[in-house]
Structures are given as structure tokens and as C-alpha cells.
């Protein structure tokens, strides 16, 4: 069996004179979180409207579970689940409704899956409110949940968290990773939220004018963009005070804000966020974060600004 879930040989899409892809390979390992980083118009919903099947490719082709001829490829698409351009929803159903509407229409047997994905995406209390009256992040975790009909096992999302707020971010970032680590579902994701998907991919993709630049692990990446613990408390001069004589460290920042960048114990946040509740400060923000990641995007990019 492939180790590969998806793997592009040459792919180019040709419309007229212009390529929306040019000799493209791209590879997606099992089990992995694929952050696919790109502008508008970059080629990335052209990539993922070919791998789905709702475009040809010009030349080069498509490995899918380590298929690659048209009849297979239809097979293997049926183990994917995908939300492209923002999720299809009946506004006038309910959560459930709209789950039952599209496992009927998708032929997928058993009634009983609709309850189990309404409580993984966290709707199974929305009873009777429809979908034209959820906030953008429930729209997206219901566009999810009709994505898993079926069990698939790769889930393509095409900017799941553009437009979201903090909280609805924070949800679908939650969901992804529990979708990825306790089913084993491999995930590709395209967003403009370079900080976000710092905290989720395991591998990333970086496309512009339709060529596929670089692709990288996280832990390449985290060696070529600086990492840190982005602090905010009520008293950043304490904190920096505590950082320094109990946990013995100077490679910290204190920004403009009072934020405090520390660029050590990242991998032990819990330690540091715990000291410093226990010394009385009060924590407004606690994540890591990749200082450079926009900035090595724009780098490999050429330093085009964003349209």
C-alpha cells in the first residue's frame, strides 16, 4: 500500500494561453496535515478542483491511494471528503437535516452516522435552528460534518478559516486536529492564515503563479522561521521578572505592547504557563507562533504583495 494519500505527476491546467498550473508534483503523505500556502490565484483551487474530479488536467496526471488510471481514480475519490469554495448548505434545514439530505443523496447507508458526526463537530445541541442562522464557524463545522459522510479518509478543505473569528478559528483548528490524531484522516488545507496553519500542518506547500515552489516538513520549516511562545499577561515586568529568576532564562522579548516573545521551553508551554499563573499573573494569551513564516512566504515568493 502507497504511503502516499495523493501524489501529482507534472500537472498542468491550461486555460487559453495562461497556466492556472504549470508541471506541478506534489506529494501527500498518509496521516500527514498538508498546508497548502498560496495567494489568490495562486493555482490552489485549481489543484484541488482536478484532484476532485471537477476539472481535467491539461497534461501530467493524478495518483490518488496509489491509483492513478480514470477508473480507479473515481473509486478513490470516493474516499475523499471535501469542502471547496465554502460549504454547499441547505439554509432553510437544520444541522441534521441537512447531514440526512446529503447522506441520502450521496447513497451512504446507516442513519445512525448523522448523530455521531453531529456530536464530533460539536452541533448536536442546535435542534431546531436553521442553518441560515449560524455563525460562519458553525456553517464550517456543518460543511465539515457533511464532508465526513461516508468516513473518508483524506479531507481536502479549501480555506476552511478564512473570514472566521478567534473562537471559530480556535474550532475548526480543534476539530482538524482531533479529526487527524484520533481517526487518522489526512487532511490538506489551503489558507491564507499563514500563523494558523503554523499551528496545525505537519507538511507544507507553497504555490504561486501556478508553480509549486517548495514543499516542507514542520520541523524544516520551524528551522527556517523563528519559533516562540507569545506571551500577554497583566504584568509583562513581572513576568519578564519570573522568567528570569525562576525559570533561569534571557531569551526572551518584551514587544511595544507588553507582549513577551520567549524563544525557549517550546516544547514545554505547559510549565511556563503554569508558573506563571501560580506567581499571580493573569494570562491574556499564551500560543506559539512563528515570527517569519509570512515573511519566508513572501521571501520564496519573490516579495509580491498581496492583491
Do not use: W
Amino acid at each position: 500500500m502507497s504511503e502516499y494519500i495523493l501524489r501529482t505527476h507534472q500537472l498542468s491546467k491550461q486555460y487559453k494561453k495562461q497556466f492556472a498550473l504549470n508541471k506541478v508534483n506534489l506529494s501527500i503523505k498518509k496521516g500527514s496535515i498538508y498546508g497548502f500556502i498560496g495567494q489568490n490565484g495562486a493555482g490552489k483551487s485549481t489543484l484541488i478542483k482536478l484532484v476532485t474530479g471537477l476539472a481535467y488536467p491539461t497534461t501530467g496526471h493524478i495518483e490518488l491511494f496509489g491509483k492513478s488510471n480514470s477508473a480507479e481514480l473515481i473509486q478513490a475519490r470516493k474516499r475523499i471528503g471535501t469542502i471547496i469554495e465554502g460549504p454547499a448548505l441547505y439554509p432553510h434545514m437544520t444541522a441534521m437535516e441537512n447531514l440526512e439530505a446529503n447522506r441520502l443523496l450521496k447513497g451512504i447507508p446507516g442513519q445512525d452516522s448523522v448523530g455521531k458526526i453531529l456530536k464530533l463537530v460539536g452541533l448536536q445541541d442546535t435542534g431546531k435552528k436553521k442553518a441560515k442562522n449560524f455563525s460562519l464557524g458553525m456553517k464550517q463545522r456543518l460543511g465539515i460534518g457533511i464532508a465526513l459522510l461516508g468516513e473518508p479518509e483524506f479531507l481536502i478543505l479549501d480555506e476552511p478559516i478564512n473570514g472566521l473569528d478567534p473562537m471559530g478559528v480556535v474550532e475548526i483548528r480543534e476539530l482538524l486536529m482531533r479529526l487527524n490524531r484520533e481517526y487518522g484522516i489526512t487532511i490538506l488545507i489551503s489558507s491564507h492564515i499563514l500563523s494558523e496553519l503554523h499551528l496545525l500542518a505537519t507538511h507544507y506547500g507553497i504555490i504561486h503563479k501556478g508553480e509549486l515552489l517548495e514543499e516542507l516538513t514542520a520541523d524544516e520549516i520551524n528551522h527556517k522561521c523563528q519559533q516562540y511562545l507569545h506571551i500577554k499577561v497583566d504584568n509583562p515586568n513581572k513576568a519578564a521578572t519570573v522568567l528570569e529568576n525562576k525559570l533561569g532564562t534571557e531569551a526572551y522579548e518584551v514587544k511595544p505592547d507588553g507582549a513577551i516573545q520567549l524563544f525557549q521551553f517550546l516544547d514545554e508551554p505547559g510549565k511556563v504557563s503554569t508558573l506563571l499563573v501560580n506567581e499571580g499573573l493573569v494570562l491574556e494569551q499564551f500560543m506559539p507562533m512563528g515570527e517569519e513564516l509570512e515573511g519566508y512566504f513572501m521571501k520564496r515568493i519573490g516579495g509580491v504583495q498581496h492583491g
